[in-house]
C-alpha cells in the first residue's frame, strides 16, 4: 500500500521543568534534570501523508479502555474524512494495543492495522515527531503549570503540517532497511 495511505499513532508524556506534584505514573518520560516530580500529561496523536489527527491529552494510565475510547473519538473520525478508500494503520507492540478487546474493537471498526516488530520504536515515525513536540516544550516554552504544559503541546500540535508528517513518515525508506538488516533491533535513528 503506498506510504501516503498509512498512519502511525503512539501515546507519550510531556513533562513541565518545575515541581508541582506528584500527578501519576508514565508510560513514555520526558526526564526533567532538576525537577523531582513534573507535572506530566500523557498525549496520544497521529500523523499521516495527509495531515495529523486530533490530539488527546490526558492523565492517568492508558487501559485498554481508555485505548478504544481514543480511538473511536481521534482515529476514527480522521480516516473516516481523511481516508474514506482506505488506509493502514500503525502502531507499536503495547499490550494495549495488541490486546482480545482492542484487536475486536479494530476488527469492528474495519481497521486495517499493520503490524509492526516487537521492540522496534525505529518503525514508528511518531516517535521523532514526539521527541520534537518535548523539545520544543523544554526549550521554547518552559512551562510551568500543567496549563502551561498543555497549552505547549497544543501550540506545537497546531504546526504539524501534511509537510511535517509526511517528513516523518518518508523517513521510513531510510530506516526500515536498517531494522530489517538488524533483525528488528534499534537503529539508532
Known amino acids: 500500500m503506498p506510504q501516503d495511505r498509512r498512519t502511525a499513532s503512539e501515546q507519550t508524556t510531556v513533562a513541565t521543568t ?63 474524512d481523511v481516508y474514506p478508500f482506505g488506509h493502514r494503520f500503525m502502531q507499536d507492540n503495547d499490550p494495549k494495543h495488541t490486546s482480545l478487546h482492542t484487536k475486536e474493537f479494530i476488527q469492528l471498526h474495519n481497521i486495517n492495522w499493520m503490524k509492526t516488530p516487537a521492540e522496534s520504536p525505529d518503525a514508528n515515525p511518531i516517535e521523532n515527531l514526539w521527541h520534537e513536540m518535548k523539545e520544543y516544550n523544554r526549550r521554547e516554552v518552559k512551562p510551568k503549570n500543567k496549563a502551561e504544559l498543555v497549552q505547549g503541546i497544543q501550540a506545537f500540535w497546531s504546526t504539524v503540517t501534511v509537510t511535517k508528517c509526511t517528513k516523518y513518515i518518508r523517513h521510513l525508506r531510510k530506516v526500515l532497511p536498517r531494522i530489517i538488516e538488524l533483525n528488528g533491533e534499534a537503529t539508532g535513528y
Open 18 to 80: 518545575k515541581c508541582i506534584n506528584n500527578l501519576c505514573h508514565l508510560f513514555l518520560y520526558l526526564l526533567c534534570l532538576r525537577a523531582k516530580h513534573p507535572v506530566k500529561v500523557h498525549v496520544w496523536g497521529g500523523i499521516s501523508c495527509r495531515g495529523a489527527t486530533a490530539l488527546c491529552i490526558f492523565e492517568g494510565i492508558m487501559d485498554k479502555n481508555l485505548y478504544t475510547e481514543i480511538l473511536e473519538k481521534t482515529l476514527l473520525p480522521f480516516i473516516n
